[in-house]
């Protein structure tokens, strides 16, 4: 919240209130996903920061070294 240069708050409970909303709604929404989908989005984003140096389809990692990319349709 930091680099939120200004912002407008619109409640009788404040500001204050603010991140807990916006807590509760990001704990709400994955749960729904979770729900309706089996898709565990914490899960997925907890694995892909444990695993840093994971080759992606194109032979990249994710710190963009690796692999072989193709210029001009030739290798």
Do not use: F
């Not at 914490?42 to 963009?64: C, E, H, M, Q, Y």
């Not at 070294?65 to 349709?73: D, E, F, L, Q, Y």
């Amino acid at each position: 919240m930091s680099a939120i240069d200004t912002m407008t708050v619109v409640s009788n409970d404040g500001a204050s209130q603010l991140s807990r909303n916006v807590s509760s709604g990001v704990h709400q929404t994955t749960q729904l996903v979770k729900d309706t989908t089996g898709l565990d989005i914490i899960a997925l984003l907890g694995d892909l920061l444990k695993t840093p140096d994971k080759v992606g389809p194109n032979g990249s990692t994710r710190n963009g070294t690796g692999g072989s990319a193709a210029v001009n349709g030739s290798n």
